[in-house]
């Protein structure tokens, strides 16, 4: 009979432990409170509609039952009436119990539950009454669903700003390390938990992710070396079974130049208005893509995200995969009860199953067909093209026509996908996508970059600017052969060409406009006033024959030529007619000598010696001949 009573103990002790540690209700395993003090337990449970509305109790354990001791129907034990409290958060998980006025015989097991009886969820939970002053410092409990994550807080002080700083699992025998700052980690926990410094000196955060329910246990954080010397602080995790657990790939093989997709879950009820993806590092994670609209310069043009708020995701898509790209990466989000799930990137061998021209080069103005070819296994597949934002890349499916200007079409006999633009402008310009598709579960992307350059001239030529482009690269030349030929080398996203083309000319012609219509209105008044004057000259004048020149000679002019040394009638006596301009000198009287006593007429301006001088050039050059034959036979007449 002994034993058959210690079996059927042993039986009965071991399904206790069994239905407490697969138990979802947690709390602390023990509390302690001074002798007329207070406690408070916290306990934790699933916050799903049934748990929130049943009952809460707080009872305490005897041989034979669990006696109640508090409850939130209202119930309070006659000894405990004034000194017990219960309070329930069912919006965060947990209840709260708190006792005043302890008393020695206070102590002793207990437990906190739900449900009407403590067979179902509960926990087992020791008080301890001490008569000394000091409290022994109790474990943080941390309350986990299975492949959510937690974020542990401790603080030593500037004593410890240089100090190691460590986080390890207790064992029976000792605490192994899971991370530390001199650059030690637990290969299981790899990708998955991060320590991080915080700005105030001596103290850090740690970060578990992707926790598994073997994760569930106590833990140190503490500064300095365990077992040896600073300080350390307990921390208890309890990791709980979630009836729903959102399914999580942990692990993705990318082929080089191929695209991988994540599937990150968040609470759509709950308010969460930052998301972000990033990349881990052993004390920090790389912040690459949020759904503010950052993202990191390097994955520019190659990675997306979709946030879909109605079933609680959202997806990262990451093309143009290359062997940096592998390590471990983070679904984040601002949400306290969030899971942050870690994802383990490698980059295999193989091909991508999406084939696009690498990089396509072609002149603004031009019609162009881009082709995406997929295998027989995405037949059944919508199959889409879409142009990159770092906001998000909109599909558009087969058939549609896209506000931009271009359609999309696809070849199911061929299994070709093809972007059609009937004229490409510089507008067009960036990252086009082609993808796959399959309910409303985005799958592989292949990504090429569209470089629009120039403009066509009416005679069909290609006017290649010489300027730089927007983002300052030079812009190679395109021959007219070639226009919106593929290249069969990627291309870096240069700037478009011939924008700046575009603008420099219009504000030039806005500047030559400003210049020249006050130049004309100036030449228009200076041809008005020479119009006018010339009128007034003319309506004095004769029309003259000189030799081949027809010209316009006033004849008061002839009254003072021989003002400018072309005397009239020079070196002649009586009516005889003698050289023009010989070599003698001769003194010639140019009057009467009535006239000779009166005083000569004032020259005329500068301006009418000059035309003058040269009128009676043009007047005697028709006789020039005759004048020499004079000039042989009147040689010695002075």
């Known amino acids: 009979m002994g034993l058959l009573a210690i079996i059927f103990l042993l039986v009965f002790f071991h399904t206790e432990l069994a239905i407490s540690a697969s138990s979802p209700i947690f709390g602390p395993k023990q509390v302690t409170g001074l002798l007329g003090g207070s406690v408070t337990v916290k306990c934790f449970y699933p916050r799903t509609s049934v748990n929130r509305h049943s009952r809460k109790y707080w009872c305490k354990e005897s041989t034979r039952q669990c006696s109640t001791i508090i409850s939130s129907n209202g119930f309070v034990a006659l000894d405990y009436q004034g000194r017990a409290s219960i309070t329930d958060f069912p919006e965060n998980g947990i209840f709260i119990i708190e006792i005043a006025g302890l008393k ?68 029976k025998t000792s605490c192994s390390t899971i991370i530390d700052t001199q650059g030690n980690i637990d290969p299981s926990f790899k990708g998955r938990v991060l320590l991080s410094k915080l700005p105030i000196p001596g103290s850090f955060s740690i970060t578990m992710t992707q926790l598994k329910k073997q994760d569930s246990g106590l833990y140190l954080c503490g500064a300095g070396t365990y077992g040896a010397e600073g300080e350390s602080k307990k921390l208890d995790v309890h990791v709980f079974e979630e009836a729903l657990v959102p399914k999580i790939q942990p692990v993705l093989n990318g082929v080089r130049g191929g695209s991988v997709s994540v599937e990150c879950h968040y609470n759509p009820k709950e308010n969460v208005t930052v998301k972000y993806w990033c990349k881990w590092k052993q004390y920090e ?26 079933n609680g ?43 696009v ?51 999309v079409n696809c070849n199911k006999g061929n299994r070709v996908l093809t972007l059609n633009f009937d004229q490409i402008s510089l507008a067009d310009q960036g990252w086009y996508w082609c993808g796959i598709r399959h309910a409303s579960h985005y799958g592989e992307t292949h990504a090429i970059y569209l470089q629009v350059q120039g403009v ?64 004309g209105v100036i030449f228009l008044l ?24 027809r010209t316009n000679i006033s004849m008061t002019d002839f009254e003072n030529a021989r003002q400018y040394g072309a005397k009239d009638n020079i070196c002649m006596e009586g009516a005889h007619e003698t050289q023009i301009g010989g070599t003698n000198d001769c003194v010639i009287m140019t009057g009467s000598p009535k006239e000779e006593g009166k005083s000569r007429k004032k020259k005329r301006g500068s301006k009418e010696e000059v035309e003058m001088a040269y009128t009676t050039f043009l007047l005697n050059s028709e006789n020039l001949e005759f004048a020499r034959n004079s000039q042989e036979q009147n040689s010695g007449s002075c």
């Open 104 to 171: 020695r015989r206070d102590m002793g097991p207990y437990k906190c539950g739900i449900g009407f009886n403590d067979r179902g969820l509960s926990f087992r939970v020791k008080l301890d009454v001490s008569e000394g002053s000091i409290v022994p410092e109790e474990a943080q409990l941390f309350y986990v669903e299975q492949q959510g994550s937690v974020t542990m807080t401790c603080a030593f002080g500037n004593q410890y700003t240089n100090a190691n700083m460590y986080l390890c699992k207790m064992t």
């Open 357 to 407: 021209d690498n990089g396509v080069q072609v002149v603004a103005g031009s019609p162009l067909t881009v082709s995406c070819s997929y295998p027989c296994k995405y037949a059944n597949y919508e199959k889409y093209w879409c142009k990159w934002k770092n906001t998000g890349c909109d599909p558009i499916v087969s058939i549609e026509r896209d506000p931009s200007g271009f359609t």
């Open 456 to 519: 066509l001239q009416n005679s069909g030529d290609v006017r290649n600017p010489s300027e730089e482009s927007n983002d300052g690269t030079d812009v190679p030349q395109i021959k007219p052969e070639n226009r919106g030929v593929p290249l069969n080398e990627p291309k870096e996203a240069a700037g478009v060409g011939g924008s700046a083309d575009s603008h420099g000319d219009s504000k030039s012609s806005t500047v030559l406009l400003s210049v020249l219509i006050p130049v």
């Open 285 to 310: 994670c790389i912040q690459i893509i949020s759904n503010s609209g950052h993202v990191q310069d390097s994955y520019e043009g190659r990675i997306v995200m979709h946030d879909n708020p109605e």
């Open 526 to 549: 200076l041809v008005t006033m020479f119009v006018v004057v010339k009128y007034r000259f003319f309506k004095h004048s004769d029309l003259v024959s000189v030799g081949s020149y």
């Open 313 to 355: 995701t959202y997806t990262i898509l990451l093309n143009q995969l290359n062997d940096e790209d592998a390590g471990y990466y983070w679904c984040m989000t601002n949400g306290e009860q969030e899971r942050k799930s870690s994802t383990e990137l490698n980059i295999v061998e193989g091909k991508p199953n999406l084939a």
